[in-house]
T-cell receptor, first 112, second 112 residues
Framework: GNSVTQMEGPVTLSEEAFLTINCTYT??????LFWYVQYPGEGLQLLLK???ADDKGSNKGFEATYRKETTSFHLEKGSVQVSDSAVYFC???????????WGAGTKLIIKP | DAEITQSPRHKITETGRQVTLACHQT?????MFWYRQDLGHGLRLIHY???????NKGEVSDGYSVSRSNTEDLPLTLESAASSQTSVYFC???????????FGQGTRLTVV
């Protein structure tokens, strides 16, 4: 079945550091891929998405590229800020399924 | 603006009591989901519905039930609350297979 694996946290970085959070997936067909962010005490909100191979999603300085050859969708940001501290979830949706398959989440802590 | 609202935001209940968590959306989306979020487990699907009168079990449905009498609401009922059901519960909607899911703010439930 479909599955998502993302790197365990917490990830602790200094402000202005480069960020990578790894996400790999297993799926049949042509899934859509998502990154969600959850700030403390809040619900999840979409950060970015990609719906086909080689698509790059981007938002708020974050980027992720849908790599079918490596079944990956790694999240990157060139210079993180304290306000980026949150939990980040990678998710997958099959091409004929309304359900989302979730990674375990990665807590990101940015120190000033 | 369309939105998804969960109530209550916080609840403390006693073991053995029946509890209902409300979820109301104004997007008119057919697809609605209930998740629980626990440390170390990420998001786990409890129940979901693809339309009025349709309900389906997710991976952790034991002890929970839902009903869908209209498009806007998907209440989650804990038949007899247990301490293992202490968690944060999120309701979500999703219009199509390649679109994002929209989340409520969550309900923090404590069973004592």
């Amino acid at each position: 079945g479909n599955s998502v694996t993302q790197m365990e946290g917490p990830v602790t970085l200094s402000e202005e550091a480069f960020l990578t959070i790894n996400c790999t997936y297993t799926a049949t067909g042509y899934p859509s891929l998502f990154w969600y962010v959850q700030y403390p005490g809040e619900g999840l909100q979409l950060l970015l998405k990609a719906t086909k191979a080689d698509d790059k999603g981007s938002n708020k300085g974050f980027e992720a590229t849908y790599r079918k050859e490596t079944t990956s969708f790694h999240l990157e940001k060139g210079s993180v800020q304290v306000s980026d501290s949150a939990v980040y979830f990678c998710a997958l949706s099959g091409d004929s399924n309304y359900q989302l398959i979730w990674g375990a989440g990665t807590k990101l802590i940015i120190k000033p | 603006d369309a939105e998804i609202t969960q109530s209550p935001r916080h609840k403390i209940t006693e073991t053995g009591r029946q509890v209902t968590l409300a979820c109301h959306q104004t997007w008119n989306h057919n697809n609605m989901f209930w998740y629980r979020q626990d440390l170390g487990h990420g998001l786990r699907l409890i129940h979901y519905s693809y339309g009025v009168q349709d309900t389906n079990k997710g991976e952790v449905s034991d002890g929970y039930s839902v009903s869908r009498s209209n498009t806007e609401d998907l209440p989650l009922t804990l038949e007899s609350a247990a301490s293992s059901q202490t968690s944060v519960y999120f309701c979500a909607t999703r219009p199509e297979t390649n679109t994002e899911a929209f989340f409520g703010q969550g309900t923090r439930l404590t069973v004592v």
